[in-house]
């Protein structure tokens, strides 16, 4: 059952993933994507894996250590929570960025391999993301151009 719901994590916030690489101009992804509510379903599995281990993993994150950490994520239920957590964390933040995006009218060419690295390796992608928003708001700034207010 754990694999199942490790599996499941994913698949419950793949479909907002393609919605914003794959239909970015459609009507309904941005206000998709402008929802929270979208991790709702991950959250579920989150809770589903966590609460059999809360006493280790409130241990964990209480006074966290590696040697704690490595423990708990030796469970299969705390590894599967963790990155449950981690598939509903990136989610939220791809969402950001694809709003953000949009806002400084960035190509979706130029999104969409962003969001998968997102997928893939978020802080990576969060960093590049950063970059080009900085980027994008200081020549708009410095043309007279700028995007609608954050």
Not at 65 to 84: K, N, Y
Request: proline letters at 9%; zero cysteines; a neutral charge.
């Amino acid at each position: 059952m754990t694999g199942f719901l490790f599996d499941l994590s994913f698949y419950l916030a793949a479909p907002v993933w393609l919605l914003m690489i794959f239909a970015p101009g459609w009507g309904p992804t941005a206000r998709i994507a402008a929802s929270p509510l979208t991790v709702v379903p991950v959250l579920a599995v989150y809770l589903a894996l966590a609460v059999p281990v809360l006493p280790e993993l409130w241990a964990a994150v209480s006074s966290p250590d590696i040697d704690g950490f490595r423990e708990l994520t030796a469970d299969a239920s705390a590894a599967g929570a963790i990155w449950a957590q981690v598939i509903a964390w990136d989610l939220l933040l791809g969402q950001w960025m694809f709003l953000e995006a949009r806002r400084l009218d960035v190509h979706p060419l130029v999104t969409g391999p962003l969001l998968v690295l997102t997928i893939l390796l978020s802080p990576f992608a969060l960093l590049l993301f950063l970059a080009l928003r900085a980027t994008l708001t200081r020549r708009r700034a410095a043309s007279g151009t700028a995007p609608a207010p954050l």
